[in-house]
């Protein structure tokens, strides 16, 4: 279980000091699939980077079965997302000299995976291995930035707004990959997305608004990608 209690987050200094987040307690289940939703400013992202590890708390506490990762030092911090994180953004941030193997490549070498092959066959990417990011659709390279954060087998994913860049169809069969592995590899899926049609897919949703929950409801049925509006 991922557990934050009291999180607060400010950036600034003296009078432009902005409280970002504003005493924000959540709890995760291990294994569920979470959704963030919340409109733009509304804190969703930064609540991402400070579940994640990315960003420290300044007030507050983040847990993963109890340990506070909070205590970390840098170094043990950045050891902890490596083995246990992966991350999945709306920018792809592939490497653009390396072909679709090397770059998902990375994601297994940082979770000492060697076999990463099959991640690549099950998202449609094997005649695309040797295709450089340049060669590829949006849809392909989202693929990719997919491939490269599950090849690491993380404990936990975390998505920010993983489809804003694509169109409609792509962007379903993304999310129906995502949704697909997520309920066959079991790892803890946390997404972030201003989308309340894509919320409906979570097991979980919880709605943010000026840097606080303003409300936490369960999907008794969660739909697919391919059920949801637009």
Known sequence: MI??????KFYGTG????????????????????????????????LLNVLSGLE????????????????????????????????????????????VDKNVKMGA??????DYGEIISVLGLENKKDK?????????????????ALAKKPEVLFLDEPTGALDEETGRQVLDYIA?????????AIMVTHNTNIAQMAQKVVKMNSG??????????PKTAYEIGW
């Open 132 to 148: 450089y990011p340049s060669q590829l659709s949006g849809g392909e390279q989202q693929r990719v930035s997919v491939a490269r």
């Open 109 to 114: 070498q940082l979770g000492g995976n060697k």
């Open 3 to 8: 557990k934050a209690e009291n999180i607060r």
């Open 56 to 99: 420290r708390t300044d007030e507050g506490s983040v847990l993963y079965g109890g340990e506070n990762i909070e205590k970390l030092t840098d170094s043990e911090l950045t050891d902890f997302r490596k083995r246990k994180i992966g991350f999945i953004f709306q920018q792809y941030y592939l490497l653009s000299n390396l072909n």
């Open 212 to 221: 606080k929950i303003t409300e936490e409801y369960e999907n008794k049925a």
């Open 180 to 188: 697909r592995l997520q309920k066959e590899s079991g790892f803890t």
């Open 15 to 46: 009078d432009s000091r902005t409280e970002v987040l504003k005493g924000i307690s959540l709890e995760i289940e291990k294994g569920s699939f979470t959704v963030i939703l919340g409109a733009s400013g509304s804190g969703k992202s930064t």
